[in-house]
């Protein structure tokens, strides 16, 4: 089967490969704007359905479309991917020494069928000193990750617990999205 990963994310990638699944890359360049007035799941839930629907219109009916989106929110605060060093070192102090939530979207699609689903898993910082927060921020790490850091990476030295799917903080909540490929024939196990 053709499967389209609709995201340049190098850890998507990585966590499709891991499940073993075959497929190709088709980077999708939307405006992920932020619609304050959705919640965060039905928030990412739109912008992964918005890639999907991007992707299958360059892409044609045939292959069987992924895409997600992530964001970190706390409280009423939805973080999505810092602009800069500064933006990154604010975020960083807003969730230094608290717990905050991870929301993944995802959206499979085929032809016109398509499900979307997403997932929480709430993260809990220790408190983070300001030569801590500058030195993560000076790795650059931050700049490509939704509320600035990467918990797989150095990120994870900023984590104290989690509940929920680990993965789905990375990016991709996997046990969901393998249960949702089922339903169109595709078993990872």
């Known amino acids: 089967m053709d499967i389209v990963l609709a995201s340049q994310s190098p850890r998507r990638q990585e966590l499709l490969s891991q ?3 075959s497929y190709r890359v088709h980077a999708v360049d939307i405006d992920e704007h932020m619609d304050r007035e959705l919640a965060p799941g039905p928030l990412v839930e739109a912008i992964s359905q918005e890639k999907a629907a991007h ?3 360059l892409e044609g009916p045939a292959p ?3 895409a997600a989106d992530t964001v970190v929110a706390k409280g009423h605060t939805i973080l999505g991917k810092p602009h800069s060093r500064e933006e990154a070192a604010e975020m960083l ?3 230094s020494g608290s717990l905050h939530q991870v929301y993944t979207g ?10 979307t689903r997403s997932e929480c898993t709430s993260v809990s910082f220790r408190p983070l ?13 931050p700049m490509d990750k939704a509320g600035a850091y990467g918990i ?28 949702a490929l089922k339903d169109f024939g595709i078993n990872c196990l």
């Open 19 to 21: 499940i073993g699944l």
């Open 55 to 57: 992707c299958a219109a």
């Open 64 to 66: 069987l479309i992924i």
């Open 93 to 95: 102090r807003f969730l």
């Open 106 to 115: 995802f959206t499979i699609r085929q032809g016109e069928r398509s499900i």
């Open 129 to 141: 000193s300001e030569r801590e927060i500058e030195a993560y921020t000076a790795t650059g790490e």
């Open 152 to 179: 797989q990476e150095l990120g994870s030295l900023l984590v104290e617990g989690i509940q929920g799917d680990y993965f789905n903080v990375m990016g991709l909540p996997v046990c969901a999205l393998g249960q």
